[in-house]
């Protein structure tokens, strides 16, 4: 029988439990094996149907165990410590509070930080992904290093899917209906008691309400906008129905309650608790990225015109780009976006103009038609980053169209690598490790802040105990797998008394390989499959055999990823291999945790360089798993040959793809059948695999500390928040309506900028080593003077294109006023600038000048993407090239 109508009774827990109330709310649980701990003795059974979901067992451990827990003494103080530990942890001050007393601090007083996504813990499932899980990541070591930040994002009714399989291995997806009431979530209400709620206006009248729920991470609050109220028509109600679900007006929808909703969220959520106000906004991909024109619309209605209110936001604002993948950039139809702006829709203060002009792909190789996300994040943050130094340098190249006339190398993109929160993803036995060795508090303290000399503990550690902690880990994984496998196949079908061959599946004592992953084509999940007789042969060996466990969802749209699912599972059915190979259906956190610890080797076989960062082999590596991986993302970044294996890549070598996956997958065969196995049998005279465990050591003292959220949150908050806050602060509306009102002149005056002519005393075939040019430049200025602009020498090594490569830029000095003997002939007013240029290189050396826009308040020389160069003549006049 189906029910007509649902809510929740709420459990009332005697009043001396009251305290489990506060610890099941705040997700601090999720990271604190402690508080876990008591949970799980509330009811060991119930907390394993649970899910290990502190709120879900509250709502069904019966009554007379209830008051057995009030009546226990023991019980009762450990309450009492843990409660008190988490009040301690939400008020004390930690790495923030103490940089704030420096007296050059400057820190932001607040920081929201939005994204489509968020990864915390399995018993809140609202992410699909990496971008995700890093989001839950980013929120929880920010409350670790006490850093002021408010997390934003939607709450969708159904979260992403949950995968199971068909019989013959296709991708079955199904989406349980979240009821907010049963999550840790509480609704936010006025100060009268009614909900808050958030709209938006539609197009034709139509409005799009919202509530907003709070879940508390750690210190962090974190609020979700839900769309499902009833003053929605259905279609409204149905907005957050599911992630990264729907046609393209479904996500425009979406974006638009993240990004503007969002930002009225947090101001509904700041007048009501007193939070501070964000100085900084941290736009977490480009799908929130509307978030700076709520804010733009919030300044002209104060009464700033356009562009002022543009500079002023911008100064605020921090975006990340994590992909570059065309398909994982929103782009949208202009018609479809101007639809929803303007008079009749939603921020009827600005000209929908000036909104599209913001997002349109108006630059060389852009669609003119399309309104991109990622293009919007770039033109509205005044700081913007990728996420790997690799991907960090892909961004510049993709988006340099953007700032034409400058080199990559120039384009104003950084990048901060990608960290994982270690305390979510340690193992509790790596981390008694740990403990037992210089104590819990200070393990606690170099999983969350970091600290290298913290981690040097490890190298103490005995061979045998770290030999002892992996087989432990491995033979635990072994365990999850038979269990997931079982049920996997009561689901595709099978009777348990087919299924006995389960118990033998995976060998405790047998090198295992992790691969685990979403299934976009790029990741390759079926690389491995190339060669399916040396696969065989790996997997079958006589001696030194290997087991993989994968897992990975592909996205409900994409049957061709649906395809490489099937191929792989069809294999892994095989009687003759099924005992070593195994594909885990519903790849999530829950699973993820398992795994990473339980795996020797994590594989990753990305298409580089596609993987922006890649956060998996991390999280493997705090627990001392060894990576194999193609050198992309965090991985050219950071491999060594002490902490895996680098698979070589044929980018750029192979012309197609096919030809590109035969060679890589048999350097991936090769390094397995002679590297890999080989280290992990050969025993020492000891009896154990030294080699192997030395890896595994030098793995976790000096990977392990880079990896960190923690290293990663303080990254952004030195390179990109202070920064941002800084900038927040002097562009206040004065300031701010000046540089906009400069840009345009500037803008406005540009085509009369030119290099006239270029002369240096010492020019020539050769120069030597030492020796200083005095150079002289000739520039006209048009209706800017001096002031307005830099004039630089641009020196280094030039390539047989006579490209300037790894290039200085020197500023040369005005000589004296503007030269105005050509002025009554009608010519133009030309100015001269010198300056010495040394040579402090041999080999091919060579420069050019340029003229650049230069105003105090820029964030970058390259911000407006104006520059002036000579011309082809005035280049050679001047000799340019020395050789
Ligand atoms: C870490 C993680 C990811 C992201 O891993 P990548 O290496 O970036 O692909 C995806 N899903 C889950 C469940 C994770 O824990």
């Not at 109330?21 to 701990?37: I, K, Y």
């Not at 729907?246 to 990004?259: A, F, I, K, N, V």
């Not at 491999?639 to 680098?646: K, L, N, Q, R, S």
Request: glycine content about 10%; hydrophobic content about 40%.
């Amino acid at each position: 029988m189906k029910a007509i109508r649902r809510f929740t009774v709420r459990p009332v827990l005697p009043a001396p439990l009251g305290p489990l109330n506060e610890l099941a709310r705040n997700l601090r649980w999720s990271w604190h094996a402690g508080t876990r701990d008591l949970f799980r003795d509330v009811d060991p059974d119930l907390w394993a149907d649970s899910g290990h979901d502190p709120v879900r067992l509250l709502g069904a451990v019966p009554s007379a165990r209830l008051a057995a827990l009030a009546a226990d003494d023991t019980f009762l103080r450990r309450l009492g410590e843990a409660a008190a530990d988490l009040r301690a942890y939400v008020t004390g001050e930690r790495w923030y509070q103490e940089r704030q007393h420096a007296p050059d601090a400057e820190l932001p007083r607040a920081i929201a930080y939005f994204s489509p996504e968020f990864g915390v813990t399995a018993a809140l499932p609202q992410y699909s992904g990496g971008l995700g899980i890093l989001a839950g990541d980013h929120l929880k070591a920010a409350s670790d290093l006490g850093v002021p930040l408010v997390g934003v994002g939607l709450l969708y009714r159904h979260g992403y899917f949950r995968q199971s399989l068909t019989r013959d291995g296709w991708q079955q997806e199904h989406y349980p209906v979240l009821d907010p009431n049963e999550l840790p979530l509480t609704l936010l209400r006025e100060a009268d008691g009614t909900p808050t709620q958030v709209r938006l206006a539609l197009p034709r009248g139509r409005a799009l309400a919202a509530h907003v729920w709070q879940a508390q991470v750690g210190r962090v609050p974190l609020l979700l906008l839900d769309s499902d109220v009833e003053e929605n028509d259905p279609g409204a109600r149905e907005v957050t129905d599911r992630l990264y679900g729907g046609g393209s007006e479904h996500r425009l929808l979406q974006e638009m309650l993240l990004g503007i909703g969002g930002v009225r969220a947090v101001r509904t959520y700041c007048r009501l608790t007193g939070h501070a106000e964000p100085e900084v906004f941290h736009t977490n991909e480009g799908h929130a990225g509307f978030l700076g024109l709520e804010r733009i619309h919030e300044r002209v209605r104060e009464g700033l015109d356009f562009d002022a209110a543009l500079e002023s936001v911008r100064g605020g604002t921090v975006f990340t780009t994590h992909t570059p993948v065309p398909a994982g950039i929103d782009r949208f139809d202009r018609e479809l976006v101007a639809h929803h702006f303007g008079p009749d829709a939603e921020l009827p203060d600005l000209d929908v103009e000036f909104v599209l002009r913001l997002g349109m792909e108006t630059y060389p190789g852009g669609e003119p038609n399309l309104f991109n996300m990622a293009v919007m994040g770039l033109r509205l943050g005044r700081c913007a980053n990728g996420v790997s130094t690799l991907h960090g340098k892909v961004s510049r190249e993709m988006f340099q169209g953007l700032w034409p006339g400058f080199d990559p190398e120039e384009v104003p993109i950084t990048s901060v690598t990608n960290g994982v929160h270690a305390p979510t993803w340690v193992a509790p036995e790596v981390f008694a490790l740990g403990a037992r060795q210089i104590g819990a508090e200070r393990t606690d303290r170099a999983l969350s802040v970091g600290g290298s000399d913290r981690w040097d503990a490890v190298a103490d550690i005995q061979d045998g105990d770290i030999w002892l902690l992996r087989r432990e880990l491995r033979a635990q994984l072994v365990y999850e797998v038979r269990r997931r496998l079982h049920l996997s196949w009561r689901q595709r079908g099978a009777a348990t008394a087919e299924l006995g061959w389960i118990d033998e599946v995976l060998d405790p004592d047998v090198l295992t390989v992790g691969f685990a992953r979403r299934v976009p084509s790029y990741k390759r999940l079926t690389l491995m499959l190339r060669d399916r007789d040396r696969l065989m042969d790996l997997l079958t060996h006589p001696e030194r055999p290997v087991q993989i466990v994968v897992a990975g969802k592909a996205h409900p749209a994409d049957d061709g990823g649906k395809r490489l699912i099937q191929d792989l599972v069809r294999f892994t059915d095989d009687p003759r291999v099924r005992h070593r190979i195994v594909f885990l259906p519903d790849y999530g956190m829950a699973m993820a945790q398992k795994l990473y610890a339980g795996c020797d080797v994590w594989l990753n076989n990305p298409l580089r360089p596609l993987e922006a960062c890649g956060t998996s082999g991390m999280k493997a590596a705090l627990n001392g798993c060894l990576n194999l991986s193609v050198l992309d993302g965090w991985w050219d970044e950071w491999f060594e040959p002490d902490f895996g294996w680098a698979i070589p890549t044929a980018d750029g070598a192979a012309t197609d793809d096919h030809r590109r996956d035969d060679l890589e997958a048999a350097a991936l065969y090769d390094l397995l059948e002679r590297r890999v196995t080989a280290r992990f049998y050969e025993h020492g005279p000891g009896g154990l695999p030294d080699r192997w465990i030395e890896m595994v050591r030098r793995t976790l003292t000096r990977l392990g500390p880079r990896v960190l959220a923690g290293r990663m949150v303080r990254e952004y908050v030195e390179r990109l928040y202070v920064p941002a806050a800084r900038a927040h602060r002097v562009l206040a509306p004065d300031a701010a309506t000046a540089l906009a009102a400069w840009k345009s002149r500037v803008r406005a005056a540009w085509p009369g900028v030119a290099v006239d002519h270029v002369e240096a005393s010492a020019a020539g075939a050769t120069a030597e080593l030492g020796t200083t040019l005095a150079l002289r430049v000739r520039v006209q200025l048009g209706d800017l003077t001096p002031d307005d602009v830099e004039v630089q020498a641009v020196a280094g090594r030039v390539d047989p294109e006579d490209h300037i490569t790894d290039a200085v830029p020197v500023p040369l000095k005005p000589t004296s006023g503007p030269e105005r003997d050509g002025e009554a002939h009608g010519q133009p007013v030309r100015y001269v600038y010198e300056g010495p240029l040394g040579l402090d290189r041999t080999g091919p050396f060579g420069y050019t000048v340029r003229v650049l826009p230069a105003h105090r308040l820029l964030a970058d020389g390259a911000e407006l993407g104006l520059v002036a160069v000579p011309s082809e003549a005035t280049g050679e006049d001047a000799g340019v090239l020395m050789r």
